[in-house]
Nanobody, 115 residues
Framework: QVQLVESGGGLVQPGGSLRLSCAASGFTFRSEWMYWVRQAPGKGLEWVSSISGSGATKLYVDSVRGRFTISRDNAKNTLYLQMNSLKPEDTALYYC????????RGQGTQVTVSS
């Protein structure tokens, strides 16, 4: 059974940092591209970042490039998203997903950026 379990969200002040984690199971994690997507209040799902199975290729939406870093540990079947210089507009429910549209995503972890 495929499972994606996100953690690490919380309330942070603007300019702060958070590190999200996603524990994956039930599929060959190391062979698949993995994705982070997010959903801000009242909006649709937005692709944030992608990483290849080896971790060699990383892609970012323009709004987070230079502030967020995606990574993975294939030995631990875990995906990460390091988020620095957070802004109020980063407030959203963050999901890890097996596809860029978020169809095959976990339950999400809430990130709130507010002073």
């Amino acid at each position: 059974q495929v499972q994606l379990v996100e953690s690490g969200g919380g309330l942070v002040q603007p300019g702060g940092s958070l590190r999200l984690s996603c524990a994956a199971s039930g599929f060959t994690f190391r062979s698949e591209w993995m994705y982070w997507v997010r959903q801000a209040p009242g909006k649709g799902l937005e692709w944030v970042s992608s990483i290849s199975g080896s971790g060699a290729t990383k892609l970012y939406v323009d709004s987070v490039r230079g502030r967020f870093t995606i990574s993975r540990d294939n030995a631990k079947n875990t995906l990460y998203l390091q988020m620095n210089s957070l802004k109020p507009e980063d407030t959203a429910l963050y999901y890890c997903s097996r596809d860029s549209s978020g169809t095959y995503r976990g339950q999400g972890t809430q990130v709130t950026v507010s002073s």
